[in-house]
């Protein structure tokens, strides 16, 4: 069966259009159709435009599109766009694309603390893209733009067991987390020097922590009365503490979480049954991208590990082990989520089958 | 001048022995005098027996030793001995050896937790070693023997620091820590498999959670009113998480940590400053190893960092750094500190300079 | 369609043997029917008895057979038998195997030099299995065993282009080859200590050398007119030097080549035409494994790279890059190929399709 | 003893620039007495205008001062002056300082290939430098520039070992090579990204195999008569292959060698008995960072190793081991060498040495 939705990509030289364009390669449902990159790049062939670095060769389908600038008429045909540009080009170029009427899914920071912009993590909070079908009523049958936003990557692994056991056991006091993050996450030129990562680690990411202290308070919030904007928890609901390291690991992050719920202090055994029995409608909506399983728990000692689990459903899925007791909080455990696929281009792949799904491209 | 003290090492041939030796090699007080270690290398001069794996090449003053049997009779004239033994072997070894009258610093974890065994980080707790005085008072004069405890390795790098914080600003209430632990911390031959941490990490290291949540309990404890044994902080009253985890570095153990002081709040600054103005009997005793400073506050954003900051003063250091408020606790930070030095050998040699200086060898 | 042979696995715990598991899991042509391992592994579900160590999940037609001791009897219904045996245990066990009438495709080094016993990169020398035919002929119809080596896994890398080269331009006078070496290739527990290969590389891999000077001959060599045994190409026709480090890498060995032709000069344009032209029995049989191309050239400066090279075709294809000329010889090139795939189970699989194609099994 | 001596350093904040001053901070001989760089840095205390990447800290003698721009008159009173630069600054900078009257010993490419500029690796070809005694003869006591240029780091590594066995045995006929080299070779901001080395390896350096087929003519050439100028070794007296690869290593650069020798065939013993034996001016005349011994002879099988051999000798010796027979060529070998020792700064602080030593400064 023949895709049927016309895609665009935004930043298609870079790391993160690289892996949209492999994930669009072969979708079911979305045809690569149209590549924007820098001024630089626009008129040559993709193969030509691109510094190719992704360990599955460029795909035949990608290699000969011809490269557009970034303007919205290049992309006026596209049903969606997702774009991997920079922060520093994402702001104005995504206004234009999205008051050109075109459905913009994001994984840029620019948008994500704008109130109406939904900021979804696909196995999280799905629910959250259903303020664009309020928003096409609201506009009576005329073409309308939407800015959808993806989460930071290091947000993604965190939030997904977080809802899971928000749903299971009620509000979440607190939350301290410390995360081992993957070289990939920084881009690839040239993304951290060699000589910070060989023998060493670096105990900070810059923004990270902040994204990761307040990303959640939107995705597990609600949708406000209007029926277009975010209510997000309120920090004193659910106080949050990160501290963010980069590791030498090509793909995949790594978090340890620790739990205090409001309500409750379920045992080890009920987290584990809540997060195996976690479902989503990524799942129930039947979209092609979405895991067998949204959260894969470990009963190994020693997992999950980057290099053997980040793989998991195609990346799509998080890995949660070592769940126990915590003497200070209820609940600690490790979770692995993989950072380009969950936690940025795969998350944009999944929503737009999402979108699809329930009518609204 | 030459040494006055005579030094013995069991284990030598390991790799916490060899550091014992690198650092005994040219030390001022003390002469390293016999060589212990398993049978199968007793008799062979210790450049043979033992596969030599530090970057500064094999002593002299040690290549030719004939190394001996772990046995008392063997070690009689050392007026102190180095443990390296794994735990398999410390156990009896050891307790020979004390009940011969000999004075032992081990490495292992075996008597870590008996009442009467001081368990010491040299520039955290050094006057727990003065239970030996009254132990030797109440002997009357006749040779005693007497088991010293080196702590974990990682638990060096957290105490430290809370022993600072806790003489500035009172009881900690609760501790989460974060570990980021180096390959050396699990030995040489065969230590961890390198296809175990090449583009991964290990969220797991066996026993090491339950020695973190544990040693400080003892460590900033105190001396019990019999002058011998010693008087543990309860678990109530100072809660202790720990995740510990193994990373691709080769010397420097790293840890984030969340702390909540029981009667105070001080900000990030007054916590640098009594982080900076922390002094130690080991420094007031000029011994021979003690660092210059006993914790170094760092004040770039991505340091510590282990690769260039493991070997400040010689590995004996603590490096703190990002200190800030924590959203959910009082305050955050990263410590750093040297695994084989101030975590385990070097604490040793410290240990010994103290005895020294306090005249209890 | 279903597989129509069944096929066992020796030392199915091991490292090579997962491999052999994966590969075989939902093989068209071959029915994974019985697997072996150590006494202390028999009698337990694979799945119990193995520490599953793959980036991909164990497979669940895999996970449910009980492991059985390594005995010809056990094994009495396989078409073929692939055995990743250590070397210790290959020797006793896999002559017992040939003795009860099976045919062993083994990836230990114990029978390469035995005379009678193909050694084979299938796609390099797939003609040599041709001399089990005559075996089978002369034994009247009697059921007839049959012990086939795998070749070394560096070796897989270089014998492809040379005998690609061979071909093309006439014996090779000499070759001089330095290889980098992925850690797999020494195994998983413990395989190469992590302390040995962080910020550090091995240039010593024992009997390694040996192996790559030595298995060239043989496979480059030809059957002797008996139509059984092999005649190896003499020492002095083709000098063969070879250095061989231990680099972090996980998979995929990489060799720096430098090549003589005795009677030809051919220009770096003429060799990638020859590399890139190069095409094997696997391929013409239309073996399920063969790759798409047997040699990829590839043109930029700066590659193959093993991680993003090693996979090309599965693992079952060489990579060929930086085809320049030799200052002192007369052309030198770059190599990568899978030592897991190709250089190791994957090549056994290949051999195996190789003896159905060719209606030996 | 105070230092008698003035030195300047160009390009001070870059990597090769940071390791001038750790050298310098308290060299006997040299004084740290200006440092250039850039207009950006120039005026700001040199503490304020580097990021410091050293594993040993920022010393304090040049921690205050204060940075100049590279021009001639800022150094008119050095006696030396260390240049750090980049190749794209070096050309013009340098040629102002010799023709200002400056004595510049430089780690830039540029003047290399220069006639009349030495191309010095100090233990191997320390008599070159006596070009500029006949410079400053011919200049009447006029003061004279000069320009010295330091090699290729990955030439030092090879040429000590070359010219110990060409003094031994006579002229070499062939060498083929292939170097592992270090990350450090590639500067810190961004050097190497590490998404390229982390699990990989690249199989080129840009430029770097041309530079090592070239610079061992002109080093282990000859003074012209008119005693200004350089005789090389022609190309087909002494045939040079080499192979360049990057490797996750952060310092230490490798190389397997294999040698033909034009007129004798020594065996391994007596080609280690002639590195052993090999000595230098730089040990002879006694100057300061003169290694114990040229040539480290290493007799394990498994040595040297970068991180273990690297800084024998403070980073200024060269390390062989595997020291055997070669089946194609005549003998092989393993070399190990500092590439920012004696591959870049350290070398040019010997090169100042030898210059003091003989009088020429």
Not at 16 to 43: T, Y
Not at 132 to 139: D, E, F, M, R, S
Not at 167 to 192: C, K, N, R, W, Y
Request: hydrophobic share 40%; net charge negative; with cysteine.
């Amino acid at each position: 069966m023949a895709p049927t939705k016309k895609a665009g990509v935004l930043g298609a030289t870079g790391s993160v259009g690289q892996r949209f364009i492999l994930l669009l390669s072969d979708h079911p449902d979305f045809e690569l159709s149209v590549l924007g990159a820098s001024k630089r790049s626009a008129g040559k062939p993709y193969a030509d435009a691109v510094e190719w670095k992704q360990t599955t060769l460029l795909p035949e389908s990608a290699s000969g599109i011809v490269v557009q600038e970034c303007l919205p008429e290049n992309f006026k045909d596209c049903d969606v766009v997702f774009s991997g540009l920079d922060a520093d080009y994402a702001g104005d170029i995504e206004k234009q694309f999205v008051e050109a009427g075109l459905v913009i899914i994001s994984n840029a920071k620019n948008y994500r603390r704008q109130v109406d912009a939904p900021l979804v993590v696909p196995t999280a909070n799905p629910e959250h893209l259903d303020t664009y079908k309020t928003v096409k009523a609201q506009a009576n049958g005329a073409k309308k733009g939407f800015q959808i936003c993806i989460s930071n990557c290091s947000t993604a692994g965190l939030v997904v067991p977080l809802r899971a056991l928000k749903d299971a056991f009620g509000p979440l006091e607190a939350v301290t987390v410390t995360t081992m993050q993957a070289l990939s996450g920084a881009g690839f030129s040239p993304g951290v020097p060699s000589m910070d990562i060989i023998d060493n680690l670096i105990p900070y990411i810059g923004g990270e922590e902040d994204k990761l202290e307040w990303e959640p308070r939107k995705i597990l919030g609600t949708i406000a009365a209007d029926g277009v904007t975010f209510q997000n928890i309120p920090e004193e609901d659910m106080r949050i503490s990160a501290q963010c390291n980069r590791v030498a690991v090509t793909d995949g992050h790594t978090g340890c979480v620790s739990i205090k719920f409001k309500n409750s202090k379920p045992t080890p055994e009920q987290v584990k049954e809540a997060l195996r029995n976690y479902t989503s409608a990524a799942q129930e909506l039947r979209t092609h991208s979405a895991p067998s399983k949204i959260i894969h728990v470990l009963e190994q000692n020693d997992r999950p590990q980057p290099r053997l689990d980040r793989d998991r459903d195609s990346g799509y899925a998080v890995s949660v082990g070592r769940v126990r007791e915590d003497p200070v909080f209820d609940i600690k455990f490790v979770f692995l989520s993989h950072n380009t696929i969950l936690g940025a281009a795969g998350s944009g792949i999944l929503i737009a089958e999402l979108l699809l799904a329930k009518n609204l491209i």
